[in-house]
C-alpha cells in the first residue's frame, strides 16, 4: 500500500490515442494505493501518476499490515474510511464526466478546491475539467454576473456559497 505524506499526485489515464485523461489528484495525508479486496493485494484497473510538486510517499507491506491490524480489527474503521473515500472520488469522477455539463463542473471545483483552481493556470483547469478554455471563461463570467462568485487579481472568491452548490446538485435557492 502506498501513502501520500507530502506533496500532490495527479491521477490519469491515456486513451487510444494517447491523450491524457485526467481523473484526479491525491493530496498528502491519503492513501494512493488502490485497494480491490481485502483477501489479497492484487490491482485490477489501473492508471497513470505523476506527482506535480516535491512529495514524499510512505510504503507499507500489505501482507504485514493485514497481519498486525486488519486481523486483529486494529485500525478497520479508519481504512473503511479511506476506501469509502476513494469510492466517493470515483462517483465525483462518474458526474464530472457523464452527468455535468460545464457550468456545473467549473462550479463543483470551485466548491470542492477552490485553492487548486486558484492555484493553476485557467488553461490547466479547463484540461483538467475537459472543456475549452474559451467555456471556461465563458462559465466563470456568468458566474460572476450572477454574483455567485467574483474575481480579483485572477482568483476567485465565492460569494454566495449556497448558489454555487444549486449549480452543480440542481437544487434552486
Request: charged share 30%.
Amino acid at each position: 500500500m502506498l501513502f501520500l505524506v507530502e506533496g500532490l499526485l495527479k491521477i490519469y489515464k491515456l486513451d487510444k490515442f494517447d491523450n491524457e485523461i485526467f481523473l484526479y489528484h491525491v493530496y498528502k495525508n491519503s492513501m494512493i494505493s488502490e485497494l480491490t479486496r481485502l483477501e489479497d493485494e492484487g490491482i485490477y484497473c489501473f492508471s497513470n501518476a505523476e506527482f506535480t510538486e516535491d512529495s514524499k510517499v510512505l510504503s507499507i507491506d500489505y501482507k504485514k499490515f493485514k497481519e498486525f491490524f486488519l486481523e486483529k480489527n486494529i485500525l478497520t474503521m479508519r481504512l473503511m474510511d479511506t476506501l469509502l473515500e476513494k469510492t466517493h472520488q470515483l462517483q465525483c469522477i462518474v458526474n464530472r464526466e457523464l452527468v455535468f455539463d460545464a457550468t456545473a463542473k467549473v462550479a463543483f471545483m470551485i466548491n470542492q478546491d477552490l485553492e487548486m483552481f486558484n492555484k493553476l493556470k485557467r488553461q490547466e483547469v479547463s484540461f483538467m475539467l475537459h472543456i475549452q478554455p474559451e467555456t471556461l471563461s465563458r462559465v466563470l463570467k456568468r458566474l460572476t454576473r450572477n454574483g455567485t462568485i467574483e474575481i480579483v487579481e485572477g482568483k476567485i472568491n465565492i460569494l454566495n456559497q449556497e448558489m454555487l452548490v444549486s449549480t452543480f446538485k440542481g437544487v434552486g435557492v
